[in-house]
Each structure stands twice: as C-alpha cells, then as structure tokens.
C-alpha cells in the first residue's frame, strides 16, 4: 500500500494477505511489520515496486 493507514485499512478489511508491499511506517496492525517496505512517501523505490509484481 502506499500509505500505512491504507495499510490499515486493508487489514480491516480482511485484505492484509494480499499486500506485497508497503510505505516505510506501517506498522499497524503487528503482521503489517512483516510486509516488505518500498520506501517513504519522498522517495519510493520504483524497480523494487515492480520486482513485487503488484496486480492491483
């Protein structure tokens, strides 16, 4: 996700399984912690977004 309270919400929406990536701070709930993180909101790391291969 690009936002930890997207990432948030994701989870609260049953969700969570599917991210394969997320914005450096997200950390809620404690399984987002284990999501691979891209980058900041300054600086996203474009070649590992694509390596993830996101379909959403």
């Known amino acids: 996700s690009m936002a930890p309270h ?3 919400l994701l989870f609260a ?4 399984a599917r991210i394969v990536g997320a914005m450096n701070y997200s950390d809620y ?6 999501i691979p993180l891209i980058g900041s909101n300054s600086q996203i790391d474009i070649e590992r977004v694509i390596a993830m291969k996101p379909d959403l």
């Open 29 to 34: 709930p404690a399984a987002a912690r284990s």
């Open 13 to 16: 929406a049953g969700g969570g």
């Open 6 to 8: 997207i990432t948030e």
